[in-house]
């Protein structure tokens, strides 16, 4: 039995949207939660505002960040974003699309170095640490464009050599993001464009 991964993405966004998050207090639970639901709304409404009209849209990075929120759902809602793309014919994916996967790349690589990383550094305390919680979460969005982009080169006849060490830089942000989960997560605003 084949799903689509709109399906399951889905699936694994409300699953993920429903998962209870470790009480801390009744007011930091409280804010967590709705920065949650908000997140993952956001992530929703992207995929279905794409999924309409049968492929991606350029965007701006602060209207497709994942950084906002709380840690621990980073994975369904960086793949949220590419659920109007057929992950069971990738060779089909427009040239199109495949430079707005490519453009969310760069826009989280530099969002990364230009804006996460100065403010970590001027950073500390539970400010750091959500935004090194931001920080992971925009390298789930940035490396799940990049192993879209590869695994769509691939099956279009490119190169796909670089796929196994981007997808372990993955697995390994994930693992980061996960163990973090429930933990406050902090976005910083960046100008750039899919």
Known sequence: MQFSFAT????????????????????????????????????????????STGGLTAQAYNDIQISSGTAGNAEAEANALFASIDMNNLAAVSAADLKIVKGTHDAAEDAEVQAFNP?????????????????????????????????????????????????????????????AAGQASTAVPFDATT
Do not use: R
């Open 8 to 51: 399951v993405s889905l699936a694994l966004l409300a699953l993920a949207a429903a998962t209870p998050v470790p009480k801390t207090s009744t007011k930091t639970t409280k804010a967590a939660s709705a920065a949650s639901a908000t997140a993952t709304a956001k992530a929703a409404s992207t995929a279905a505002a794409t999924s």
């Open 119 to 179: 403010a970590i550094a001027a950073a500390s305390g539970d400010a750091a640490t959500a935004l090194q919680n931001g920080k992971i979460k925009n390298k789930v969005l940035k490396l799940t464009a990049e192993v879209l982009g590869i695994q769509i080169e691939a099956a279009q006849g490119g190169d796909g050599s670089d796929l196994a060490a981007e997808q372990t830089k993955l697995a390994n942000n994930i693992k980061l993001d996960t163990a």
